[in-house]
């Protein structure tokens, strides 16, 4: 009862400190309307996001029907922004987590364990941190073809390594602390000591590296589509958009470049944001305390 008590106060303390954070309370905002309007799509009053209507093509933001303007098809922008959310927030989403999971599995193993098991994984994080990005996408893409499924694993596998770090970094301080070693001296076994000891106190350093990432991921899946070796056509994709929209109709119709930049730029401001209200949050010496 007293441990669940503390966490209580824990985040009492912790929704405080955000709530009189007045740009952490507008990121966060900004982050779950996307969330939900990408989650409400299917049941928002759009129109469907691939009806070509070639009468209807370019038309400006506030003409009727048509909030936004339509594209070079004549689909409605406002329908392609919010469906385009869904892979956009997906793929940021789903790279987060799947970067998170391995990095933070192979961070705590080569903490804990050192010798040549931490020798072996820091060096092959050192070899995928020299490895080009734009490299390592155009080669996974080349065999398996572009898809979400694609993009999330390249992006993952780029960004697993600095969960590694920072994690194996947090471990090889707590691994010699007096809770730690208590633990092994009464018979806990590895696996108890690293998810039960270790890992809640890495969480701060993590779930911050989480938000920041977020945005990355958003980044550069918005960065491979302009690239051609995104989501394909005609999935709405907000690089896609930005990409088609800047090379052919920039000046003809500077909207269909304004609003799917303006979309990339508060989803990867809003987390950035938020990642670091929540840095400022989680460390004492940060916020004064």
């Known amino acids: 009862m007293k441990v669940v008590a503390r966490d209580d106060r824990r985040s009492d303390q912790l929704f405080r400190h955000l709530s009189r954070n007045r740009l952490a309370a507008a990121a966060l905002l900004v982050i779950a309307l996307a969330v939900l309007a990408a989650l409400a799509a299917p049941w928002l009053p759009l129109s469907d996001p691939d009806t070509v209507e070639t009468a209807s093509r370019l038309r400006p933001p506030g003409s009727p029907g048509h909030p936004l303007g339509t594209d070079e098809f004549g689909r409605d922008l406002l329908s392609r922004l919010v469906w385009g959310a869904r892979v956009s927030l997906l793929a940021g989403v789903g790279t987060a987590a799947a970067a998170m999971v391995l990095g933070v599995s192979l961070g705590l193993i080569a903490g804990y364990y050192r010798g040549w098991v931490e020798s072996l994984i820091m060096r092959f994080t050192d070899i995928l941190m020299a490895f080009p990005f734009i490299l390592l996408a155009i080669a996974v893409i080349?065999?398996?073809?572009?898809?979400?499924?694609?993009?999330?694993?390249?992006?993952?596998?780029?960004?697993?390594?600095?969960?590694?770090?920072?994690?194996?970094?947090?471990?090889?301080?707590?691994?010699?602390?007096?809770?730690?070693?208590?633990?092994?001296?009464?018979?806990?076994?590895?696996?108890?000591?690293?998810?039960?000891?270790?890992?809640?106190?890495?969480?701060?350093?993590?779930?911050?590296?989480?938000?920041?990432?977020?945005?990355?991921?958003?980044?550069?899946?918005?960065?491979?589509?302009?690239?051609?070796?995104?989501?394909?056509?005609?999935?709405?994709?907000?690089?896609?958009?930005?990409?088609?929209?800047?090379?052919?109709?920039?000046?003809?119709?500077?909207?269909?470049?304004?609003?799917?930049?303006?979309?990339?730029?508060?989803?990867?401001?809003?987390?950035?944001?938020?990642?670091?209200?929540?840095?400022?949050?989680?460390?004492?010496?940060?916020?004064?305390?």
Do not use: C
């Not at 770090?165 to 590895?190: K, T, W, Y």
């Not at 039960?196 to 550069?220: C, D, E, K, S, Y």
């Open 142 to 289: 080349g065999v398996l073809g572009p898809s979400l499924a694609t993009i999330i694993v390249v992006i993952g596998v780029s960004s697993w390594v600095v969960y590694a770090r920072i994690v194996r970094g947090a471990v090889l301080s707590l691994r010699e602390r007096e809770f730690v070693q208590a633990a092994l001296a009464l018979g806990s076994g590895d696996g108890r000591v690293l998810l039960r000891h270790v890992l809640p106190n890495t969480f701060g350093p993590f779930v911050v590296l989480v938000t920041a990432q977020l945005g990355g991921a958003i980044l550069a899946e918005a960065a491979l589509s302009f690239l051609g070796l995104g989501i394909p056509e005609p999935y709405p994709s907000w690089g896609r958009m930005l990409s088609i929209a800047a090379a052919e109709y920039a000046r003809k119709a500077p909207w269909l470049v304004i609003y799917p930049g303006l979309a990339i730029s508060l989803a990867v401001f809003g987390s950035n944001l938020l990642g670091d209200a929540l840095r400022d949050t989680l460390d004492p010496r940060l916020r004064g305390a």
